[in-house]
């Protein structure tokens, strides 16, 4: 018997190339078939529709008169997410809980992102007219946390208003404290809001600022996200969870993004809290940028590469001695770049 020639190293990559592109086509004219018979054989017209939740290779769907459909996703629409427009198409014939299918979605006016070591810049959601940062007394009020968020709305365009909440659980000379904290944020004119769910301060101010607007709290785990929700929602019935007696930190409790109806107009999507939100996908120009207070005084350092530190020459740095600019403020923004730099190299660690 003759001896079998034994394949390169090449020649046996591009068998095994052209073997997954048959497969891959295979599967495309599969699905291309399957795609079909829904669309011609039990599929109606075209309706609109916005996502008010999301589960996997499914979503929730609500049409303009108030009809919720659970909806199959075409491979083609990519990227999903609550608060998304979409075009969508009912089934004749349902299959299980699926009701229709979504086919297509519109332009986005907005979307929340944040970075993500496996799937890049991950959106949150789409369509955000304002984001609610929550912060609270309980665990731990971190004004590096505010900066954070207040970078991504500054970066996306979306109006940010900064809301203390759990007031009741500190004395006055704690909260005194804090408020001159927020009195930086005030002057550099973004809106502040303390709220308690328990004494009920401040929630009809916060009613009124979510009319007619799409909404969005976001904050870290254990902030009373879903207690407000619960608060300017109580038909929503959020699951909460108090906040760990051992280890200080907040536990998560909604685990899939949803949207609300605001019963005065409007809506408000429940996120999933994040402890961190991550900027190593920003520039550091932009970070720079994103800080009100730093951007009439760029590019007229004397050196054209300052990192605002200890460079010779910074107009930033001075305006800080001179007290133009917070201190707090100015050291925040030093240590979200280390963190962007600390981001970025786990970001190119390879995942074993």
């Known amino acids: 018997m003759a001896k079998q020639k034994k394949l390169s190293k090449g020649q046996s990559r591009r068998i095994k190339a052209n073997h997954q592109k048959r497969l891959k086509n295979a599967d495309s004219q599969t699905v291309k078939i399957s795609d079909q018979q829904w669309q011609n054989d039990n599929l109606g017209a075209t309706q609109s529709a916005i996502v008010i939740s999301r589960f996997g290779q499914h979503a929730d769907v609500e049409t303009e008169n108030g009809d919720v459909f659970r909806c199959?996703?075409?491979?083609?629409?990519?990227?999903?997410?609550?608060?998304?427009?979409v075009?969508?198409?009912?089934?004749?014939?349902?299959?299980?809980?699926?009701?229709?299918?979504?086919?297509?979605?519109?332009?986005?006016?907005?979307?929340?992102?944040?970075?993500d070591f496996y799937d890049g810049v991950k959106v949150i959601a789409a369509n955000i007219d304002q984001i609610l940062m929550?912060?609270?007394?309980l665990p731990e009020f971190t004004h590096n946390i505010i900066d954070r968020y207040l970078i991504a709305c500054e970066d996306m365009g979306i109006e940010p208003i900064l809301v203390l909440n759990k007031i009741?659980?500190?004395?006055?000379?704690?909260?005194?404290?804090?408020?001159?904290?927020?009195?930086?944020?005030?002057?550099?004119?973004?809106?502040v809001l303390l709220v308690s769910s328990v004494s009920g301060e401040g929630i009809d101010e916060l009613k009124q600022l979510l009319v007619d607007k799409n909404n969005i709290f976001v904050g870290q785990s254990g902030v009373g996200k879903s207690t407000l929700v619960n608060t300017v929602l109580p038909d929503a019935e959020i699951l909460t969870k108090e906040v760990s007696e051992n280890s200080g930190?907040?536990?998560?409790?909604?685990?899939?993004s949803r949207l609300h109806h605001l019963p005065s107009g409007g809506n408000l999507i429940d996120s999933p809290g994040i402890r961190e939100f991550g900027l190593w996908h920003?520039?550091?120009?932009?970070?720079?940028?994103?800080?009100?207070?730093?951007?009439?005084?760029?590019?007229?350092?004397?050196?054209r590469d300052c990192k605002h530190l200890n460079d010779?020459?910074?107009?930033?740095?001075?305006?800080?001695?001179?007290?133009?600019?917070?201190?707090?403020?100015?050291?925040?923004?030093?240590?979200?770049?280390?963190?962007?730099?600390d981001g970025r190299a786990g970001a190119r660690a390879p995942r074993v």
């Not at 199959?72 to 427009?85: A, H, P, Y």
């Not at 014939?93 to 944040?114: F, K, N, Y």
């Not at 920003?282 to 050196?303: H, N, Q």
Request: charged share 25%.
């Open 87 to 115: 075009l969508f198409r009912r089934a004749k014939v349902s299959e299980g809980d699926l009701a229709g299918v979504i086919e297509a979605t519109q332009e986005r006016r907005s979307q929340l992102t944040r970075p």
């Open 134 to 137: 929550v912060s609270a007394v």
């Open 312 to 341: 010779p020459g910074c107009i930033i740095k001075q305006a800080v001695a001179d007290g133009d600019i917070s201190t707090l403020r100015y050291e925040s923004y030093h240590r979200i770049l280390e963190t962007m730099a």
């Open 72 to 85: 199959n996703i075409r491979r083609t629409v990519s990227n999903l997410v609550c608060g998304d427009e």
């Open 282 to 303: 920003l520039e550091v120009e932009r970070v720079t940028w994103c800080f009100k207070e730093f951007r009439a005084l760029m590019g007229g350092c004397r050196f």
């Open 249 to 256: 930190l907040g536990q998560h409790t909604t685990t899939v």
């Open 168 to 191: 009741d659980l500190i004395d006055d000379a704690g909260l005194s404290k804090i408020q001159s904290i927020l009195d930086i944020y005030r002057g550099l004119g973004y809106q």
